[in-house]
């Protein structure tokens, strides 16, 4: 079982939709997490970090359930220029050794 | 251009051969990671330096992989006796001293390698 699972989709949606991502991880010991984004070809971006309360940026929406060991990600009002591979990530580590862990990755298509 | 900087773009080489990424971090990060990503994965973890020391490397790290660096500056990562299975995309990332909170990884473009 990989440590970060996600759906690996791809999600096709029209403009203007609402969508979401859902992530888990099998570390407890996992200390933070973070969306980021990749678009084809392309290196990955930070999106966001997800914060225990539940986070916004803009249409993006990020929760964090640690009971569950759940992460989730909600765009709302989907742009074409949304389309791209999400991926989550957990930090984890001890002392000063500290690593990102990634999940496979979902994709999600924007259509007109 | 102050990001990650990677070298070369892309790789081709042929089954057994040796070779030999290098990556430039942002200039002021002191930690340097080495992903490595094949198509539809996320990125697999390697290894990763905090200045010039390797302070944990990945079991997916056979004894055919070695990355050094050696000044805590640029980093390289070489691939001895190549196999197909090594053909991927070969990321590199840095970071700020994590003691700030951030914890933001700035990837370079990667270099693809293809082994024939």
């Known amino acids: 079982r990989k440590e970060v699972e996600q759906d690996p989709g791809p999600f096709n949606v029209p403009e203007g939709a609402t969508v979401a991502f859902n992530c888990t991880y099998s570390n407890s010991a996992s200390q933070s997490f973070f969306w980021y984004r990749q678009d084809c070809r392309k290196e990955p971006k930070l999106l966001m970090s997800v914060y225990s309360s539940g986070n916004e940026d803009g249409r993006f929406t990020a929760q964090l359930n640690r009971a569950s060991q759940y992460i989730s990600l909600l765009i709302r009002d989907s742009k074409l220029s949304d389309s791209a591979t999400y991926l989550c990530v957990v930090l984890r580590g001890m002392d000063s050794s500290y690593k990102l862990i990634f999940g496979s990755g979902t994709r999600l298509l924007v259509r007109p | 251009d102050t990001g990650v900087s990677q070298d070369p773009r892309h790789k081709i080489t042929k089954r057994g051969q040796n070779v030999t990424f290098r990556c430039d971090p942002i200039?002021?990060?002191?930690?340097l990671y080495w992903y490595r990503q094949t198509l539809g994965q996320g990125p697999e973890f390697l290894t990763y330096f905090q200045n010039e020391a390797q302070l944990e490397k990945s079991r997916l790290l056979s004894d055919r992989f070695s990355a050094e660096r050696p000044k805590g500056s640029f980093s390289t990562l070489e691939i001895q006796r190549t196999e197909q299975g090594d053909s991927a995309m070969y990321l590199c990332a840095s970071s700020s001293d994590w003691t700030g909170g951030d914890v933001t990884l700035h990837f370079g473009n990667g270099t693809r390698l293809t082994v024939t």
């Open positions: 200039s002021e990060h002191n930690r």
